[in-house]
């Protein structure tokens, strides 16, 4: 298993490799793989943490970091680093590899002299990693009532000096929230795949 900096000559292995991996789980199809690709293109996009893991010289999982943007209650605008998508081959996803991607590459943000990472997902799978509660440290997504917790909304300090008196609200990078023409536009450049409605997808 060897884990390494993904190069341009992997996008469209890793672009296919995440739409495998969330065809038909959130929705009929998927976004991941048109949010993955409109993301290296844009200012946020973090290189030096976009990460692949390989066996065998196959890439099997990965993950992208990107920047979005902290208002402090003193106007100010802070970055605050997030990352996804993280996709797992479907034949290999509840091994253990979307892990050891994400705690490799949290370790690589702490040695770059990141602060901190937010995420939004289920508090019961990122408390492995030391997420808590935004809400706890000040710090709201966009849209929520502030000194609300919402548990789903979670944040990682990697430097408690640096994080210091780090508290407002918090926006995703806009190039996260794709038109489905987008994404049907960039999916017809991949082999066809059914659509299906599944139960436990957030658009019903």
């Given at each position: 298993m060897n884990i390494r900096l993904e190069q341009p000559g992997d996008y469209r292995a890793v672009e296919n490799l995440t739409r495998e991996a969330f065809w038909n789980v959130y929705r009929p199809g998927c976004m991941e793989h048109c949010v993955l690709h409109k993301l290296r293109q844009d200012p946020c996009f973090v290189p030096e943490l976009s990460y692949v893991l390989e066996e065998d010289g196959q890439i099997l999982a990965h993950i992208a970091y990107a920047k979005g943007r902290l208002r402090t209650p003193q106007g100010e605008t802070r970055d605050l680093l997030l990352f996804g998508p993280v996709s797992v081959d479907p034949s290999r996803q509840k091994q253990g590899y979307g892990s050891r991607l994400i705690r490799f590459t949290l370790e690589?943000?702490?040695?770059?002299?990141?602060?901190?990472?937010?995420?939004?997902?289920?508090?019961?799978?990122?408390?492995?990693?030391?997420?808590?509660?935004?809400?706890?440290h000040g710090i709201f997504y966009e849209g929520m009532e502030q000194g609300t917790d919402f548990p789903y909304f979670m944040v990682k300090i990697l430097d408690p000096e640096r994080a210091e008196g780090l508290r407002g609200v918090y926006k995703d990078p806009e190039v996260y929230f794709v038109s489905d023409e987008e994404v049907e536009d960039f999916d017809h450049s991949f082999p066809p795949k059914k659509k299906e409605k599944r139960p436990g997808q957030l658009e019903e």
């Open positions: 690589k943000a702490v040695e770059l002299g990141y602060d901190a990472v937010v995420i939004t997902g289920s508090p019961d799978y990122y408390h492995r990693f030391g997420f808590e509660s935004a809400g706890k």
